[in-house]
């Protein structure tokens, strides 16, 4: 069965930085593409980033270019998501995401976690 | 960035009756087009991806139509499950860009 469980999620003031983590099990890691996907409040869904199999191809919605950087550890089957110079627009609940091609464009997201929220507020 | 505009915002239908949504696109997107379905408090779920192809496990009442720039999802007979949230997604070019979203609920 496929997880994925994010964390590292919380509050933290508007400037901070935090670091999202992604446990992915259940299937092969180092052959997906991955994403993350965010929702504000009461909001639509926002594509993030997501990242290729080797980690080398990273791809950043124009929100958060400069600020955010996503890297996966195919040895411990992780994802994460590094978030710098966050600002109150950046608040929501962080999805993990496994696309279902090695190819990051290509498909879709077919398995999500349950989220992780962050608050970004002083 | 492709700009995708889904309407209506809110579909009120009944259950067995037929639903059909539909996402334009700013620009060609090829069949390049998934759609999500998202229930109150939990994550998406990915339905459809190229434009037609259902995701594994998905029910055959959902079906999806459409290339270029209109597109349409399909749920020919609803059943009390899919009252949701529906979002369109293209995938043709970075940055991936989702819809507003359709709100499907109970008439």
């Known amino acids: 069965e496929v997880q994925l469980l994010e964390s590292g999620g919380g509050l933290v003031q508007p400037g901070g930085s935090l670091r999202l983590s992604c446990a992915a099990s259940?299937?092969?890691?180092?052959?997906?593409?991955m994403s993350w996907v965010r929702q504000a409040p009461g909001m639509g869904l926002e594509w993030v980033s997501s990242?290729?199999?080797?980690?080398?191809?990273?791809f950043f919605a124009d929100s958060v270019k400069g600020r955010f950087s996503i890297s996966r550890d195919n040895s411990m089957n992780t994802l994460f998501l590094q978030m710098t110079f966050l600002r109150p627009e950046d608040t929501a609940i962080y999805y993990c995401?496994?696309?279902?091609?090695?190819?990051?464009?290509?498909?879709?997201?077919?398995?999500w976690g349950q989220g992780t929220l962050v608050t970004v507020s002083s | 960035d492709i700009v995708l505009t889904q309407s209506p915002a809110t579909l009120s239908l009944s259950p067995g009756e037929r639903a059909t949504l539909s996402c334009r696109a700013s620009?060609?997107?090829?069949?390049?087009l998934a759609w999500y379905q998202q229930k109150a408090g939990q994550a998406p779920r990915l339905l459809i991806y190229?434009?037609?192809d259902r995701a594994t496990g998905v029910p055959a009442r959902f079906s999806g139509d459409g290339s270029g720039t209109d597109f349409t999802l399909t749920i020919s007979s609803l059943e009390p499950e899919d009252f949701a949230i529906y979002y369109c997604?293209?995938?043709?070019?970075?940055?991936?860009?989702f819809g507003g979203g359709t709100k499907l609920e109970i008439k």
């Open positions: 190229d434009a037609s």
């Open positions: 259940g299937f092969t890691f180092r052959s997906f593409a």
């Open positions: 990242i290729d199999t080797s980690g080398r191809g990273t």
């Open positions: 620009q060609n997107v090829g069949r390049y």
């Open positions: 995401a496994k696309t279902r091609s090695w190819v990051p464009i290509a498909k879709g997201e077919d398995y």
């Open positions: 997604q293209q995938r043709e070019n970075w940055p991936l860009t």
